[in-house]
């Protein structure tokens, strides 16, 4: 506990990072200290692992930073790789609830077999991640892509010059005449050991030249005829197993370091280990490959990036050291370019190189020139460099160069809109630089074409716009002279409909589908009787009206505002005028805006239904013969009521409502006013007598309980427990099954409660809250203050 103290205070000296890290290896593992020789990771629970992900989550602290936070406390890159090893087992284990998992797209970054020290990625790599719009440096990106990683494909046959070293582990397999299978472990002394034959030393050779010098030396131990024409034995040598190598990265790397990797590992391999070139600093093209205190290759990623050329990027060999250089130039393109980004720039390289980088210019890029903004020794200023100088032009460190967007104009557009056979764009040329001739180009006018007036909206040179108008008949009859044409002239032609109010007709009442339709020329009422799919059954086909506007104008005021058309059309839809009409039907033609009237006849009607179920002899739905039938009529044609039938509690509805009427005595006497006439879609509810009487609101106990004969109103509340506090007692009413209600009547000093039945519902209602009503707390609080105030105004009244 003393020791867990100790480092409890020492975590809140240092900084977050750390503090952060250093408590997943010490939360209930300080045990781990005294015992050096284990991992201090092995030491931890699952428990401590998942707490330490969880509070590592939580800080928003990038990968990087742990590491190094890590790193820089003593614990090694095993350890860390320890770490995440220990994470992805107890991922896929237990299951972990969604918002703690690690994202999908962090996975996976290992080498086969274990062999690399790089393991899945536990924490977000947030120093690459980017959520603004700012610019990213061309190539970062490579090492952001979860699903790339460079491994070496370890199915392949092995390459013929790869180096045999120490940990190789080679297969020799003797076949034909003379057998034999020889399993061989290079060991560190560089030597493989054949039984019952000298040690031969393979280090450093190729895996051609170690298979060459291990067939030399069995032909000399008993496989005399071996690999020899004719003799009939061979030998094959193949490596089953590829050791491990350590690489180093130093420079400007994301994560420099030693680590361990196949010996099968190329210099790609290796950086994407280590995070890749830091983008803020690191070079993307001047990456050295160092053996033997040698640059051995240089490494330009731009070369696999643009062109998938991997000729530097070698395989690499034991102790190699990968080195990143400082950028030396960095220069900023943007606009419309294809890829925007930051670019580094070598010694001879010029604009148009870039230009290369960035994949050209977009589609609608300004060409004619490029902006650049260059930092001086004091301030900043701009040059402007034009399409010629692009190809000799130098960047400099820190241009930004901005490609510009071409202008939404048109140096030779004319257009032409309206009454032609094809409107749209036409550039302005030979043979299109007249009204006349442009109308031409777009095939001619339309036969709806208003030809009196035709306008050209024209851009002025100060980009104000004027309206040029002129008479196209006479234009196209050669009675005016044509009028030329400038660019950015819009030529509009009107149709004819454009110049009127939309016409339409309209045909109301028994059709089958009533419409406001398009105005079509000749039209007549049956033409449109048939487009609204014909009469209804119940239309009255000899009386149909026609209704027009009055469109003559008059001296005086018409007392009359419209126009009245009366016609007979058969079903066959064929029209006649009525008799005493002037009309003549065979010529008469809809107009503009008529509206068509077909009527009903007048005795027909849809069938009426009447619904009675309950205690009646046959219920179900019942047609309503005539407008003076009425309740008790349909009970009569349902046979009449059961002997159980309760009619002080029957339900009359209508449209869904409850009707409150008292049913009782329709029976006796059928001219009460109770029995009413009936309508369409009416029910009727004759029920059994109720024994339940329900009691709701202001009571102590709301319940139901059965109905006595000798109860009177207050009785049943006094079942109920009486009234509450609260409880309006003099609104007190009752709702009887048939939908009626009563309500607690006053005369004076006296009060009468009205008669319960078999069913009924009694309610008391609540008094309503008075807001300004004080509780008892603040009557104690007031009382309080007034105390106080009194026993100080009496001391001073003393003084």
């Known amino acids: 506990m003393f020791i867990k103290d100790k480092l409890s205070r020492f975590i809140h000296r240092i900084c977050p990072y750390q503090a952060v890290f250093l408590l997943f290896l010490l939360t209930g593992s300080y045990q781990a200290i005294a015992q050096q020789p284990r991992s201090r990771v092995d030491q931890l629970s699952d428990e401590d692992v998942q707490n330490f992900y969880k509070r590592a989550q939580a800080s928003g602290l990038s990968e990087v930073q742990i590491e190094q936070a890590a790193m820089s406390q003593g614990y090694t890159v095993d350890d860390i790789a320890k770490m995440r090893k220990r994470m992805a087992q107890i991922r896929t284990l237990t299951s972990l609830p969604q918002n703690q998992l690690p994202p999908e797209s962090f996975k996976g970054r290992t080498f086969p077999s274990d062999i690399s020290t790089r393991t899945d990625s536990l924490l977000p790599n947030t120093v690459r991640q980017d959520t603004s719009h700012k610019l990213k440096v061309f190539g970062a990106s490579l090492f952001e892509n979860a699903k790339l990683s460079f491994e070496p494909n370890l199915r392949i046959a092995t390459p013929r010059n790869y180096v045999v070293g120490p940990d190789d582990e080679i297969k020799i397999d003797v076949s034909g005449a003379s057998t034999g299978d020889f399993q061989l472990k290079v060991s560190p002394d560089g030597t493989v050991k054949i039984p019952d034959l000298a040690p031969i030393f393979v280090s450093g050779l190729t895996i051609e030249q170690a298979e060459q010098r291990i067939i030399a030396r069995l032909q000399q131990g008993g496989y005399q005829g071996l690999g020899k024409p004719g003799s009939g034995t061979s030998a094959n040598v193949t490596l089953t197993n590829i050791r491990s190598i350590r690489i180093t990265l130093v420079g400007e790397v994301v994560r420099p370091g030693t ?68 950028y030396e130039t960095h220069v900023d393109l943007t606009g419309q370019v294809r890829r925007p980004a930051i670019f580094e720039v070598l010694p001879g390289e010029t604009l148009k190189t870039v230009l290369g980088f960035a994949g050209g210019f977009a589609d609608d890029a300004y060409r004619a020139s490029i902006t650049l903004r260059r930092n001086t020794s004091r301030e900043r200023r701009i040059v402007t460099i034009t399409e010629e100088q692009i190809a000799s032009f130098v960047p400099q460190r820190g241009d930004k160069y901005e490609v510009g967007k071409i202008l939404e104009r048109y140096e030779n557009r004319v257009q032409i809109v309206g009454a032609v056979m094809r409107p749209g764009d036409y550039s302005l040329e030979t043979g299109s630089e007249t009204v006349r001739q442009l109308i031409s180009r777009a095939e001619g006018l339309r036969k709806d074409a208003f030809m009196n007036r035709a306008t050209i909206i024209r851009e002025r040179p100060d980009l104000d716009r004027e309206n040029v108008s002129f008479d196209l008949g006479k234009l196209m009859r050669g009675e005016i002279a044509d009028v030329p044409l400038m660019r950015q002239d819009s030529l509009t032609i009107l149709s004819i409909r454009d110049l009127r109010e939309q016409y339409y007709v309209t045909i109301e009442g028994a059709v089958n589908n009533p419409d406001t339709v398009q105005f079509i020329s000749n039209m007549s009422v049956a033409d449109l009787i048939a487009q609204a799919g014909g009469f209804q059954e119940g239309a009255k086909p000899n009386l149909v009206e026609v209704a027009r506007r009055i469109r003559q104008d008059s001296a005086g005021v018409r007392t009359t505002t419209q126009e009245v058309y009366h016609f007979s059309v058969d079903r066959n839809l ?119 009487i329900t009691m709701q609101g202001g009571v102590l106990n709301p319940s139901s309980i059965s109905y006595k004969v000798d109860y009177t109103f207050d009785d049943y509340i006094s079942e109920a427990g009486g009234f509450t506090e609260n409880a309006r007692k003099s609104k007190a009413y009752i709702n009887y099954p048939n939908g009626r209600k009563d309500r607690t009547h006053h005369f004076l000093f006296f009060t009468s409660r009205p008669h319960v039945e078999p069913g009924s519902t009694i309610v008391v209602p609540f008094k309503p809250i008075d807001s300004s009503k004080m509780s008892t707390a603040e009557r104690i609080g007031i009382l309080s203050l007034l105390t106080t105030v009194s026993i100080a105004l009496v001391n001073i009244l003393l003084r």
Do not use: C, W
């Open 259 to 326: 680590y361990t990797i196949s010996s099968l590992g190329s210099a790609l391999n290796a950086l994407y280990l280590a995070g890749g070139p830091n983008p803020e600093t690191g070079s993307f093209r001047k990456i050295h490959i160092i053996r033997g205190n040698r640059i051995v290759r240089t490494l330009d990623l731009y070369d696999f990036i643009l062109r998938a050329d991997q000729r530097n990027n070698i395989r690499l060999q034991d102790q190699d050291v990968i080195r990143v250089a400082d």
């Open 574 to 692: 064929q029209m006649t005028a009525l008799a005493g009409s002037s009309n003549n039907s065979d010529a008469f033609r809809l107009q503009p805006f008529d509206i068509v009237y077909v009527r009903t006849s007048i005795n027909y009607e849809a069938q009426r239904q009447i619904n009675i179920y309950g205690e009646v002899m046959q219920p179900g739905n019942y047609v309503i013969f005539n407008r003076q039938e009425r309740i008790g009529d349909v009970i009569k044609r349902a046979g009449g009521l059961k002997p159980e039938a309760y009619m002080a509690g029957a339900q009359f509805r209508r449209q869904g409502q409850l009707i409150g009427n008292d049913l009782r005595n329709l029976i006796a006497d059928p001219g009460v006013e109770e029995n009413l006439l009936l309508q369409d879609g009416d029910t009727l509810f004759i029920p059994r007598r109720s024994e339940i």
